[in-house]
């Protein structure tokens, strides 16, 4: 692993709760025994990560149903923000609809990105209930077990910490369903051939064609783009910041003349590190 050992960092990693999250599984599996913390938003996993300089934080970055998580790359991206990406984690999301046996369902709560996955079976099962989004899917098994005639859809193991019972496992399995995670720190890897991936935050000149002039570089020297998400600037209306994630480490000579060729046409370049993207759980 590129991470350094958990211990060597008091073992204190934040991750986007309440307990039985898709966070908090990705923060288990990948801490294992490890002391985690539980935030309410990802707001409050950066406040969390920007007091504790020692300490790593695990966020969602995208579904694969849903899309881009944009508090996370909007943090990310803060100007001055000392945060550097040191891992991304991809964990295969296998959905339940949770409940109490017997009710007749009239609200389904869930977080955005499982209604996104789930609409097609919810309107052919539930074609009368009201879907109502909440912030994680453990604050949706919360709000379920509070009321009669609801449910949740989230992780099955929150069926028996929130005192429901499992309705319907799994939903749409046929259909891949990926939530990839960053695990993010205030000190970046150490370069390294295994660092797959290298993210970067642009700003570019408001003119015709620069973007495509930004993107040059890398198609010329065979970089392939993963991932790219353009963010307003906050007190600057129609500017936009772009977030670049790319193949590919810096210690890689091919990568570095790429973006040193694509510097030249930016008002303002950020490198958040290259960190290892084949870690994934199920």
């Not at 935050?201 to 993107?215: K, T």
């Not at 906050?234 to 570095?256: C, I, L, S």
Request: hydrophobic fraction near 40%.
């Amino acid at each position: 692993m590129i991470l350094p050992s958990p211990t060597t960092h008091q073992g204190r990693v934040a991750y986007l709760g309440p307990e039985g999250s898709f966070a908090h599984l990705v923060a288990r599996k990948r801490f294992h025994e490890n002391e985690l913390i539980p935030k309410g938003s990802v707001d409050e996993v950066f406040d969390y990560l920007e007091s504790s300089p020692d300490a790593f934080a695990v966020v969602p970055i995208e579904n694969s149903s849903g899309g881009v998580i944009t508090a996370t790359v909007d943090r990310i991206m803060e100007a001055d923000a000392p945060y550097h990406i040191r891992e991304e984690i991809a964990l295969d999301v296998k959905l339940a609809l949770l409940g109490r046996e017997g009710d007749v369902i009239q609200k389904i709560y869930s977080h955005f990105a499982p209604f996104h996955h789930c609409n097609k079976w919810i309107r052919t099962n539930y074609p009368g209930a009201e879907q109502i989004v909440t912030p994680s899917t453990p604050h949706a098994a919360i709000c379920a077990s509070r009321e009669k005639g609801s449910a949740a859809i989230g992780a099955r193991e929150s069926a028996e910490r929130y005192g429901l019972d499992v309705l319907h496992y799994p939903i749409e399995a046929e259909v891949t369903n990926v939530t990839e995670f960053f695990v993010v720190a205030h000190h970046a890897n150490v370069e390294s051939p295994r660092n797959l991936r290298t993210s970067l935050a642009v700003e570019l000149p408001d003119a015709s064609g620069s973007l495509f002039r930004f993107l040059g570089p890398l198609a010329n020297d065979g970089i392939n783009l993963k991932r790219i998400e353009s963010r307003p600037i906050m007190g600057q209306p129609n500017k936009y910041r772009f977030f670049v994630e790319v193949e590919g480490n810096t210690a890689d000579a091919t990568v570095r003349h790429a973006l040193e060729e694509a510097k030249h046409f930016c008002l303002r370049m950020k490198n958040f590190g290259s960190y290892p993207s084949d870690i994934r759980f199920e």
